[in-house]
C-alpha cells in the first residue's frame, strides 16, 4: 500500500489535506476524515481522475468537513483569554493546562456558572472598594447581552455584566466594570467621565479598541 499527499482542498479560505492511498482494489473510495480528504484508490490511477473524483463530490465534501469544524468548535471553550479543550467522562470537572476535564454539558455548564460568578464578584469588589469617590454598593447582575458590555442602573444601583466578558482577557472585564461604577458619578459619558474612567483604568482606550475589533 503506497500513500501520497497530492494537494490540498480549500473551503472558507481554509486549506484541508488530500491523502490519496492506492491499493490493489478495483475501486475508487472518497471519504473525510479528522478535516481530511481521503482517497483509497488503485495504482493505476490517474491524478486527474482523482480530482475529477473529489470535484465531483464537492457538495459531499463541504458538508463533511463543515460538520467535523462545528464539532472542534463544540469541544473549545474560551475563558478569560485562554482557550480549553473540553474532555468529557470524568467524574470530578477540573481545569488544568488548557484542559477542562468533566463529566457532560449539564455538569459543566453548573460548574462555570459559579466560576465565573465568583471571579465577576471579586473583579467587581476590588473596583468597588477602590474607588475614593463615593459610590453605592453595586449588585452584579450576570446576563447575555448582544450589544452592550455593561449597564449600570444608578436607581437601583445594579451593575450588569455581559457574560460574553468571561470569553475575553480579564483586563475587558475590568474596565467594563470600571466604566460602569464610573457611572453612578456620571451617569453620561462626558469629559468628566472619561477622565475618572480613566484615573482607575489608564489604558482604557486601547481595551475599548480590543473589544472593538474583536467582538
Known sequence: MAVASANTYLLNNKEYP????????????????????????????????????????????????????????????????????????FKDTEIENNKIYTKDLKTLNKYLTKYITNIYNERLDYYYHLFEENIPIPNLKIRKMTSRWGVCNIKNHNVTL????????????????????????????????????????????????HLRTNS
Open 162 to 209: 455581559n457574560l460574553e466578558l468571561s470569553k475575553y482577557n480579564i483586563e475587558c472585564l475590568n474596565y467594563v466594570i470600571v466604566h460602569e461604577l464610573s457611572h453612578f458619578i456620571h451617569p453620561n459619558h462626558s469629559k468628566d467621565f472619561w477622565l475618572l474612567v480613566s484615573k482607575y483604568y489608564p489604558n482604557y482606550k486601547e481595551i475599548r479598541k
Open 18 to 89: 488530500i491523502e490519496i492511498i492506492r491499493k490493489n482494489n478495483k475501486n475508487t473510495y472518497l471519504r473525510v476524515k479528522d478535516s481530511k480528504i481521503i482517497v483509497t484508490t488503485n495504482y493505476l490511477t490517474s491524478l486527474t481522475t482523482i480530482n475529477k473524483l473529489i470535484k465531483n463530490n464537492t457538495t459531499f465534501i463541504n458538508k463533511q468537513l463543515t460538520k467535523e469544524d462545528l464539532k472542534k468548535e463544540d469541544t473549545i471553550f474560551k475563558l478569560f483569554g485562554n482557550s480549553y479543550d473540553i474532555i468529557y467522562g
